[in-house]
């Protein structure tokens, strides 16, 4: 890299350029201020009080109906919720949703992790793994042996999307981590058995919670695997998790403000048009930036297929001449804050979240911003 001619601390991007809200991080996400503002107005009777009551409950009622609604769940699918994030998700499903042997698609940090810990479980088969390189997926294939096929619906590392089918021929479970695509990428819930995600991301929520959106075969499986001598921790228990969420409540106690936030996103989303609506509006983000960046002469979109390109993650790679982390640096002295690529996949680039809650307007903003540091640290 050449040393820049200017000191990128003595940039002042225009104000007429900055976005009118700079949160563009992949998670922790942006919450909209309306969302704050209904979890203002009901605070006095609402946080603070017992999860085991009527208010709190109907908060989570107001969210499984509304992913019902919106994820436009066929009969007998049924929306489960418990404590611990995605993360404490993968757990409880080693423990209770596979049977004996898995399958997983591996394409980045996050893709890799559920094979992971499957692998760690002594009463599980090796699980088998089908990698791709960054920046690509691959393809789950059907085999008579697998119960359960580990999909990704947006590989959050690396801005890759996949739409989600199920295996041709395949009889095991699909269990989908939806993490930041849940909400803002489409999905034909007939194509999934398990569909979970964390609300930090597309429903401008805070972390800690984990929901999944489960078929009548996934909940039988829960059952059986409950039923069977398998040692299951009673955290990571799927059995009481669903127990506790056909009641509206979750097994301890959940953070309720992240609940009300939530709630009013999924909502929003229903009351403008379900996941038309909320994918449109990633949609609308997601040609605004990869358009910028495939007509810049400095940036191009990192994923080379555009029906790979994520349209709530965007990954833009920077020519060597421009250190996108210095840009990152300059914009975040402005407000513009996580920008910075995703550190293990150590490229020089920029990740940027499409959010519904981010208003393609800021996304142009952005571009626009992006091309006023690079034009500046380059005279
Ligand atoms: C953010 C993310 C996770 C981790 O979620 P936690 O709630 O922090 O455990 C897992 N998978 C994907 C695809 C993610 O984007």
Request: one cysteine or more.
């Amino acid at each position: 890299m050449i040393p820049y001619m200017s000191d990128p601390s003595n940039i002042k991007i225009p104000d007429s350029l900055l976005p009118a809200d700079g949160r563009f991080g992949a998670g922790p996400s942006k919450v909209r201020q309306a969302q704050l503002d209904a979890l203002v107005a009901e605070a006095p009777t609402y946080l603070g009080t017992s999860h085991r009551q009527a208010t709190v409950k109907n908060v989570v009622g107001r969210v499984r109906g509304g992913l019902h609604n919106l994820f436009n769940l066929p009969d007998g699918y049924e929306v489960l919720l418990g404590n611990g994030g995605t993360t404490a998700f993968w757990d409880a499903a080693v423990f209770g949703l596979i049977e004996t042997k898995s399958q997983h698609l591996n394409f980045g940090e996050f893709s890799s992790k559920f094979a992971t810990a499957a692998a760690l479980a002594p009463f599980l088969g090796d699980p088998e793994v089908i990698k791709s390189e960054p920046g690509t997926h691959p393809e789950a294939v059907a085999r008579p042996e697998i119960d359960l096929y580990g999909l990704t619906h947006n590989e959050t590392s690396t801005g890759v999307s996949m739409t989600i089918t199920r295996p041709e021929g395949a009889s095991g479970l699909v269990a989908v981590d939806a993490t930041s695509g849940a909400g803002g990428l489409r999905v034909d819930a007939s194509q999934f058995d398990c569909y979970y995600f964390a609300p930090q991301k597309s429903f401008a929520s805070d972390g800690g919670l984990w929901l999944a959106l489960c078929s009548p075969a996934a909940i039988e499986r829960i059952e059986k695997i409950a039923a069977s001598d398998r040692f299951i921790p009673e955290f990571l228990n799927l059995k009481t998790a669903l127990d506790n969420s056909r009641l509206d409540q979750t097994y301890n106690t959940p953070a309720l403000a992240t609940l009300h936030l939530l709630a009013s996103q999924v909502e929003w989303f229903n009351e403008n048009g379900g996941l038309e609506f909320s994918a449109g509006r990633s949609d609308r983000n997601a040609e605004v930036l990869y358009s910028w960046a495939e007509q810049s002469d400095f940036a191009t979109p990192f994923v080379a297929k555009p029906e790979e390109r994520s349209h709530v993650i965007g990954t833009i790679d920077f020519v060597d001449s421009i250190d996108a982390a210095v840009v990152a640096k300059v914009l975040r002295a402005h407000g513009i804050v996580d920008t910075e690529p995703y550190r293990k996949l150590g490229r020089n680039q920029l990740r940027i979240a499409m959010f519904p809650a981010i208003d393609s307007e800021d996304i142009a903003s952005l571009c626009a911003a992006i091309t006023y540091v690079v034009g500046a640290l380059a005279s």
